[in-house]
Nanobody, 123 residues
């Protein structure tokens, strides 16, 4: 069992930056691939970024590539999402998720989810 808690969301102007954190409980964090997803009002949950259990491999949605960076610190049981050059269209609730084995871009393949953190980007 893994419990995930996101933090770091907030209100920021376009062009600004935020860093989201995802703190995980349990001693097996390093065996889970981690993903970040987001959901805007009236839209489906969409993939943002994912990272392998070791941190050696990452993948990004085209919409955030070059602006967002996913990372993890297994010693701290925490995953991060650094978001730069934010745009109003990045406004959404951001969720972190965990799954065994390889990462995935599909939300349905993740086993554990956090409660989400709101990110609002003003124009």
């Amino acid at each position: 069992q893994v419990q995930l808690v996101e933090s770091g969301g907030g209100l920021v102007q376009a062009g600004g930056s935020l860093r989201l954190s995802c703190a995980a409980s349990g001693r097996t964090f390093s065996s889970y691939a981690m993903g970040w997803f987001r959901q805007a009002p009236g839209k489906e949950r969409e993939f943002v970024a994912a990272i392998s259990w070791s941190g050696g491999s990452t993948v990004y949605a085209d919409s955030v590539k070059g602006r967002f960076t996913i990372s993890r610190d297994n010693a701290k049981n925490t995953a991060y999402l650094q978001m730069n050059s934010l745009k109003p269209e990045d406004t959404a609730v951001y969720y972190c998720a965990a799954k065994k084995l390889a990462y995935s871009v599909y939300p349905g393949s993740y086993d554990y989810w956090g409660q989400g953190t709101q990110v609002t980007v003003s124009s």
